[in-house]
């Protein structure tokens, strides 16, 4: 009875530890990055099928700024979002080099689909596939960190 | 003679005129299609045109912001927030279109989708 009582605390104690939010550390970060790229996000040799152009870049500034400003910022390099350091893992920018490796078809991928079990929803059907792939030209074209602000929503 | 000529030439003149005005007043104005906008749905989600005669679509939102846009068709509207607002548009070339709402409108924006069948 000792035995199970012991058993059953040393079993919560670890849920409670493993429920805490904490930063991964850098072998962790290193191995989902490389699953992520090379296993679990699909769609690496889709092509972008809307024709690149200036108002293609807007729509997808514009389809980016309906809900993914949230937790990318308005900049897609988390700007004023005041969480993004503290998820586990972190929000990226959208600029670095890690998410600017995926393919244009993994980055539709990732929209459509979301990842687990990070923040990041998936978002097929609540955007268009023509708004995606115009989100992904933006992703692509991202503005100078800063340069557009906060979110109104973090402003007040 | 002369005034022979000048009144046959008035008189054709008249006739002309006349029947200008008549076939003028004789077109009908463009059809009328009603379409409602409402998360996540246009109703109906499936109009038919001719190709060349013109139609007025009258849209209205009954509830948030909509919009709608084609990639392959002149034909774009902005439908505020419970408002009406009317669309003249000829459609010049025959096929199905879809068109899709341009107006973020929530969960299921993305499959808010309206279909034009254009025929010859």
Same mark, same amino acid.
């Given at each position: 009875?000792?035995?199970?009582?012991?058993? $059953? &605390? =040393?079993?919560?104690?670890?849920? $409670?530890?493993?429920?805490?939010?904490s930063?991964?550390?850098?072998?962790?970060?290193?191995?989902?990055?490389?699953?992520?790229?090379?296993?679990?996000?699909?769609?690496?040799?889709?092509?972008?099928?809307?024709?690149?152009?200036?108002?293609? $870049?807007?729509?997808?500034?514009?389809?980016?700024?309906?809900?993914?400003?949230?937790?990318?910022?308005?900049? &897609?390099?988390?700007? &004023?979002?005041?969480?993004?350091?503290?998820?586990?893992?972190?929000?990226?920018? =959208?600029?670095?080099?890690?998410?600017?490796?995926?393919? #244009?078809?993994?980055?539709?991928w990732i929209? #459509?689909?979301?990842?687990?079990?990070?923040?990041m929803?998936?978002?097929?059907?609540?955007?268009?596939?023509?708004?995606?792939?115009?989100?992904?030209?933006?992703?692509?074209?991202?503005?100078?960190? *800063?340069? =557009?602000?906060?979110?109104?929503?973090?402003?007040? | 003679?002369?005034?022979?000529?000048?009144?046959?030439?008035?008189?054709?003149?008249?006739?002309? *005129?006349?029947?200008?005005?008549?076939?003028?007043?004789?077109?009908?104005?463009?059809?009328?299609?009603?379409?409602?906008?409402?998360?996540?749905?246009?109703?109906?989600?499936?109009?038919?045109?001719?190709?060349?005669?013109?139609?007025?679509?009258?849209?209205?939102?009954?509830?948030?912001?909509?919009?709608?846009?084609?990639?392959?068709?002149?034909?774009?509207?902005?439908?505020g927030?419970?408002?009406?607002?009317?669309?003249?548009?000829?459609?010049?070339?025959?096929g199905?279109?879809?068109?899709?709402?341009?107006?973020?409108? *929530?969960?299921?924006? &993305?499959?808010?989708? =309206?279909?034009?069948?254009?025929?010859?």
């Open positions: 009875m000792r035995l199970v009582s012991l058993f $059953l &605390g =040393l079993n919560a104690a670890l849920l $409670l530890t493993g429920c805490k939010v930063h991964p550390g850098v072998v962790e970060a290193k191995v989902a990055l490389a699953v992520k790229h090379e296993l679990t996000v699909g769609n690496k040799d889709e092509r972008n099928p809307v024709q690149f152009n200036a108002k293609v $870049l807007t729509s997808g500034k514009e389809a980016f700024g309906h809900y993914c400003i949230a937790c990318h910022g308005l900049d &897609g390099q988390n700007t &004023g979002v005041p969480f993004a350091t503290h998820m586990s893992p972190p929000v990226p920018s =959208l600029a670095s080099a890690d998410i600017q490796r995926y393919t #244009d078809g993994q980055l539709k929209i #459509d689909n979301g990842i687990a079990p990070s923040g929803p998936a978002s097929h059907g609540i955007l268009s596939d023509k708004e995606i792939w115009s989100m992904v030209y933006y992703i692509r074209h991202l503005p100078t960190a *800063g340069s =557009l602000g906060e979110p109104e929503m973090y402003t007040h | 003679m002369r005034s022979n000529h000048f009144a046959a030439t008035l008189g054709i003149a008249i006739l002309a *005129g006349a029947i200008t005005i008549s076939s003028y007043s004789a077109q009908d104005p463009p059809r009328k299609i009603t379409v409602e906008a409402k998360r996540y749905q246009f109703t109906p989600s499936e109009i038919d045109l001719k190709k060349n005669v013109p139609v007025v679509i009258e849209f209205t939102s009954k509830d948030v912001d909509h919009g709608l846009v084609f990639d392959d068709l002149a034909l774009t509207a902005k439908i927030k419970g408002k009406t607002i009317d669309v003249p548009f000829t459609p010049t070339e025959a199905t279109f879809v068109g899709q709402c341009s107006s973020f409108c *929530g969960e299921g924006h &993305g499959s808010m989708k =309206l279909t034009i069948h254009v025929t010859e």
